[in-house]
């Protein structure tokens, strides 16, 4: 069964760090581009940060220098370390595998998110 499994959500303050972990199964993972998305109540789903099969990572302007999005091929899991935590980066956030090896070729499988909040 080709799925991705998101993990370590929860709720921190303000200025926390939090990681999430993205386990893949049924497909080759390090074939694929792999990205993270998040969608806040009342607002649109947002690319976060994206990597490539050959390691290029990408970011929202809005998370960049406090995010890194990272990915261990042996193990067919990716990251995504979160530092400096604002109220703002409170949303579900989902792992996705993309289409192709390159990123922004569309999402192929989304999983089914992991929440979380951070208070003020």
């Known amino acids: 069964q080709v799925q991705v499994v998101e993990s370590g959500g929860g709720s921190v303050q303000a200025g926390g760090s939090l990681r999430l972990s993205c386990a893949a199964s049924g497909y080759t993972f390090s074939t694929y581009c792999m990205s993270w998305f998040r969608q806040a109540p009342g607002k649109e789903r947002e690319g976060v940060a994206h990597?490539?099969?050959?390691?290029?990572?990408t970011y929202a302007d809005s998370v960049k220098g406090r995010f890194t999005i990272s990915r261990d091929n042996a193990k067919n899991t990716l990251y995504l370390q979160m530092n400096g935590l604002k109220p703002e980066d409170s949303a579900m956030y989902y792992c996705?595998?993309?289409?192709?090896?390159?990123?922004?070729?569309?999402?192929?499988?989304w999983g089914k998110g992991t929440l979380v909040t951070i208070s003020s």
């Open positions: 996705a595998a993309q289409r192709f090896s390159w990123c922004g070729g569309g999402v192929y499988i």
């Open positions: 990597i490539s099969s050959a390691g290029t990572a």
